[in-house]
């Protein structure tokens, strides 16, 4: 059993009008074997959360900590912290030319393992990830994410996740920009990772269609960097119906 635990986080980031905090005391605790769903508007703070857990530069955490099976995180690197067992999928993937999809993955794998994998069985490996989530396998061969579409883009993450595997996956905004039959194979490929039973899966939406397809454990809803309310699955049918209006007004009021 592995667990992620953040406790009083506070993240400030520099903007042109000076130092402004986005996250303002958050706590959640993510166990192996669970999915967690985090929910809000536009600007509440879900991929700051994501971004800062990962140990991206850009933010700076003035209060709190976020430790993984006990281990505080926050002083590992970037390269550390994927090698304790974290994953991020990014929202928007970077284009990376003239790194092919086929070495990037070959290299993040030697990094996190410590050992180059077995060229044999690798890429094998490889081109089942890849089929799995409809990709044509002869695109290992292309510059990562160049002229990839968007929902090219997203499944490469779930073939990242598959063959990297991970103690916990945070996927911010993995549906973003997704038809249907991407949604679909995306969906599938993230419950494929969580039905091994001791990964956790931190699932960062807008919207509740995803959930329709990887159903959450938990939901939190985020509003003004802060987690507002939390509870099952039924939470995110009530988000569905209800929106975060009352959220957002609560927030601005100082409730």
Same mark, same amino acid.
């Given at each position: 059993?592995?667990?992620?635990? #953040?406790?009083? +986080? ?31 508007? &536009? ?9 800062? #857990? ?18 505080? #995180? +926050? ?27 086929? &070495? ?36 290992? &061969? ?22 990297? &595997? ?43 269609? #995803? ?45």
């Amino acid at each position: 059993m592995s667990n992620l635990e #953040i406790r009083d +986080l506070h993240v400030t980031v520099e903007t042109e009008a000076g130092t402004k905090e986005i996250l303002k005391g958050v706590d959640l605790t993510i166990n192996s074997g669970e999915t967690h769903a985090i929910m809000g508007p &536009n600007g509440s703070g879900k991929s700051t959360l994501a971004y800062s #857990i990962a140990g991206h530069p850009k933010y700076t955490i003035t209060q709190g900590s976020v430790t993984l099976d006990g281990e505080d #995180i +926050l002083g590992l690197t970037v390269d550390e912290r994927a090698r304790a067992g974290l994953f991020l999928a990014m929202q928007y993937p970077v284009e990376v030319p003239g790194v092919s999809v086929s &070495n990037f993955l070959r290299t993040a794998k030697t990094a996190i393992d410590g050992q180059a994998p077995k060229l044999r069985t690798w890429a094998r490996d490889v081109n089942t990830a890849m089929e799995r989530v409809d990709m044509d396998p002869e695109m290992a &061969n292309r510059s990562l994410n160049e002229g990839f579409s968007g929902g090219e883009k997203k499944r490469h993450e779930i073939v990242q996740l598959e063959l990297l &595997n991970p103690k916990f996956a945070i996927l911010d905004e993995t549906d973003s920009g997704l038809d249907i039959d991407a949604l679909r194979i995306v969906s599938d490929g993230v419950n494929r990772y969580s039905a091994q039973g001791d990964r956790g899966v931190l699932l960062i939406t807008h919207y509740t269609r #995803i959930l329709r397809y990887i159903k959450p454990d938990h939901v939190h809803v985020f509003v003004a960097g802060r987690v507002a309310e939390q509870g099952g699955a039924e939470l995110a049918e009530r988000l569905e119906a209800e929106g975060y209006d009352r959220y957002v007004k609560a927030a601005r009021a100082g409730v």
